[in-house]
């Protein structure tokens, strides 16, 4: 008995320290038609400047009295930062026709222009909408492209309740960012 005991003792600490097995959510955009034709045939998009809490692999929502909260067992199953790039890559290109990539850009020639997105606030609001703020700017390293800095603010209802719908609801606020960067190009 005392044998049987003493096996099993590491097994439970084992399985205390194992990580959670927390439901884990895509970060995309939803798919959009085309609906500008851009003077750039590349575009480098950068990875998205976000704030603390966006950054997190938590997905937050907006609590009584305004704090955040994470979502319990609910993570991004990628880098909010490059998970967020790569749906404004996937956004552009199918927006624009342009090769749009996140960084480190994949070509020996260098992009037509570069995308540097860095957000405000990207939260689901208790009220039931999703938040998204901030500004974007276009450069041109070889100067072929008109460059800008514009802000976005950008809110979309949050359907349901809990991380799927707050994930959903992320997803509409990118393509719509997709779509407002694609004409401002």
Same mark, same amino acid.
């Given at each position: 008995?005392?044998?049987?005991?003493?096996?099993?003792?590491? +097994?439970?600490? +084992?399985?205390?320290?194992?990580?959670?097995?927390?439901?884990?959510? @895509?970060?995309?955009?939803?798919?959009?038609?085309?609906?500008?034709?851009?003077?750039?045939?590349? =575009?480098?998009?950068? @990875?998205?400047?976000?704030?603390?809490?966006?950054?997190?692999?938590?997905?937050?929502?907006?609590?009584?009295?305004?704090?955040? /909260?994470?979502?319990?067992?609910?993570?991004?199953?990628?880098?909010?930062?490059?998970?967020?790039?790569?749906? +404004?890559?996937?956004?552009?290109?199918?927006? !624009?026709?342009?090769?749009?990539?996140?960084?480190?850009?994949?070509?020996? !020639?260098?992009?037509?222009?570069?995308?540097?997105?860095?957000?405000?606030?990207?939260?689901?609001?208790?009220?039931?909408?999703?938040? +998204?703020?901030?500004?974007?700017?276009?450069?041109?390293?070889?100067?072929? =492209?008109?460059? /800008?800095?514009?802000? /976005?603010?950008?809110? !979309?209802?949050?359907?349901?309740?809990?991380?799927?719908?707050?994930?959903?609801?992320?997803?509409?606020?990118?393509?719509?960012?997709?779509?407002?960067?694609?004409?401002?190009?």
């Amino acid at each position: 008995m005392i044998k049987a005991l003493s096996l099993m003792l590491p +097994l439970t600490v +084992l399985a205390a320290c194992a990580p959670a097995n927390d439901a884990r959510y @895509l970060i995309s955009a939803v798919p959009g038609k085309k609906i500008a034709n851009l003077r750039s045939r590349t =575009v480098e998009v950068r @990875l998205v400047s976000l704030p603390s809490y966006a950054a997190a692999s938590d997905i937050v929502a907006e609590g009584e009295g305004g704090a955040l /909260f994470a979502l319990s067992g609910a993570q991004w199953a990628d880098d909010p930062a490059r998970g967020i790039a790569a749906a +404004l890559a996937r956004g552009l290109t199918e927006r !624009t026709g342009a090769s749009a990539a996140i960084e480190p850009w994949p070509l020996n !020639t260098g992009p037509d222009a570069r995308l540097d997105v860095r957000v405000d606030q990207a939260y689901a609001r208790a009220d039931g909408v999703f938040e +998204l703020t901030g500004q974007f700017a276009v450069s041109s390293p070889e100067g072929t =492209v008109r460059e /800008f800095v514009k802000r /976005f603010d950008i809110r !979309t209802p949050v359907s349901g309740q809990g991380p799927s719908a707050t994930a959903d609801a992320l997803a509409k606020a990118l393509a719509e960012l997709a779509r407002q960067i694609s004409l401002a190009m």
